[in-house]
């Protein structure tokens, strides 16, 4: 038995349908002392991990030519929304590749 089947988790309202492929804002909780704020992050997603309450995706952009990821769990509270930008079409469910390629090359075709 794993602990994350003793935990009960119910679905964020506030995070819509999307997949890998795709360009998503996720704006989530930043704790800095006492005070809180709210902080954006939105790139592509290149994998979705698991199901369940332990799963998980990771969200890539480039800012100032160096690659950022960011991996976020699916049911964490600190996740305040998460708007999808726009539908990317691909044919795989891990886009590793990309990490390997910069500017035109690392386009993604939008979904019609």
């Known amino acids: ?7 009960v988790l ?3 309202s506030n995070i819509q349908d999307f ?3 795709d360009t998503v804002r996720v704006n989530i909780t ?5 005070r ?3 902080q954006a992050f939105q790139g592509v997603v290149i994998r979705k991990r698991g199901n ?21 769990l699916t049911y964490s509270p600190l996740i305040k929304s998460l708007e999808v930008v726009k539908k990317g079409k691909v044919r795989r469910a891990r ?3 990309l990490r390997g390629l910069s500017g ?8 019609i």
Not at 1 to 7: E, G, P, T
Not at 30 to 34: A, Q, T, V
């Open 1 to 7: 038995m794993d602990a994350h089947d003793l935990l």
């Open 10 to 12: 119910e679905n964020n």
């Open 19 to 21: 997949s890998s492929g």
């Open 30 to 34: 930043i704790k800095e002392g006492e």
């Open 36 to 38: 809180e704020r709210e």
């Open 52 to 72: 369940g309450n332990g799963s998980s995706f990771t969200v890539r952009r480039v800012s100032n030519d160096v690659g950022v990821e960011r991996t976020f």
């Open 95 to 97: 886009l590793g590749y």
């Open 104 to 111: 035109k090359k690392a386009r993604i075709k939008e979904k």
